[in-house]
Nanobody, 124 residues
């Protein structure tokens, strides 16, 4: 599967952005999806994950209550709605997919496919 992330940009602290990741190549519903991010000088970290059917979701503590992951299997797309953005949310955001398990969770090693990343910059 190929993943194409979009929706990043520059936003002021307190603002919102919605990221999208469109998949192509195989049946989208076969894949559990996740969002990860990597800030400058830091390791990649888990942000959110969603199961194949969308019924199970999980979030990093740092984004819980502010970010929402969702998916539209008819549109082959997973979304990350980001509200109340903070300067520390600044990072390149990556979407990831796995067909090995119903829900991929927070371990990046469990994901087989990665998108190219989209940059989110939050000005303070």
């Amino acid at each position: 599967v190929q993943l194409q992330a979009s929706g990043g940009g520059l936003v002021q602290a307190g603002g919102s952005l919605r990221l999208a990741c469109r998949a192509s190549g195989r049946t989208f519903g076969d894949y559990a999806m996740g969002w990860f991010r990597q800030a400058p000088g830091k390791e990649r970290e888990f942000v959110a994950a969603i199961s194949r059917g969308g019924g199970v979701t999980g979030y990093a503590d740092s984004v819980k209550g502010r970010f929402t992951i969702s998916r539209d299997n008819a549109k082959n797309t997973v979304y990350l709605q980001m509200n109340s953005l903070k300067h520390e949310d600044t990072a390149v955001y990556f979407c990831a997919a796995t067909s090995q398990i119903y829900y991929g969770g927070s371990d990046s090693h469990g994901y087989d496919f990665w998108g190219q990343g989209t940059l989110v910059t939050v000005s303070s």
